[in-house]
């Protein structure tokens, strides 16, 4: 009676060893890190147009009537009514091309580690009628470049 229970014991501890927990949460891992990325990268472009365009229409804007106002900071003689206008669009311009560097840094580093995460059938030895059988289960394999 001994053996037996000490057999089952062995026999159940080393099915629950091999034996490996299915999740459906690390199966949409890749196609996260892709989703991701595509966002990322049309918040990239969508800063850089915007920013864009908003030189573009800096440039449309129209200079307006010269000032009688002397500038002490900068050495230009004439001053016109829309300076600080087209100055304003021109620094959100720059700044909003200028955040969407980090987008575009962050999608790529998205979509190498979606490209890095695959799925592969492993072979995991399982006890079956007192012997071990390598069988096909289902895997997540991540690459990790060194």
Known sequence: M???TICLLLTAMAHFSFSQQTSTTTSKVETDYLKKSKKQKKIGWILIGSGAAMFVVSAIIPEGELTDEINYTCLCKNIHEND?????FI????????????????????????????????RVPQLVKSSFVYRSIPSLNLKISL
């Open 2 to 4: 001994k053996k037996i």
């Open 84 to 88: 600080g206008i087209k100055g304003g």
């Open 91 to 122: 620094v959100v311009g720059a700044l909003s091309m200028l955040g969407s560097i980090p987008f575009f840094i962050a999608s790529g580093k998205n979509k190498k580690r979606a490209a890095s995460i695959s799925f592969i059938n492993g």
